[in-house]
């Protein structure tokens, strides 16, 4: 496919899912600076992938939003795998916490002899 058909065709798609959506990345940013007034930092992998499966959430909860009168069944079931995903990895993440502390305490009391 040739650069100028691309670009036709993801002009047709900008034109289509603005028609649904409006400017949703709009509402997204305003969405995030309530939810975090004072921003949020962000520094290991871990962080920075929990943050963009929340932003996803608020995402496609912005985009149900503007259906509210008709629904959006697609943002709706996205927002919930997103959710469960998230929940996956607060899981997953109290598990290496707690086995981390586990390993710290199990090699202290090996050092002091008991």
Known sequence: ????????????????????????????????????????????????????????IIVKLSRYAVNWYEGHQDSIHDALVYSAILEAIDEEKKEAEMNFTKAKTNSVKEFRGG
């Open 1 to 56: 496919m040739s650069v100028d058909k691309i670009l036709n065709e993801a002009a047709k798609l900008y034109v289509e899912r603005n028609a649904v959506y409006g400017d949703n990345y709009v509402r997204v940013g305003k969405a995030l600076k309530a939810l975090f007034p004072h921003g949020v930092e962000l520094h290991s992998v871990e962080d920075h992938t929990r943050f963009q499966i929340f932003n996803l």
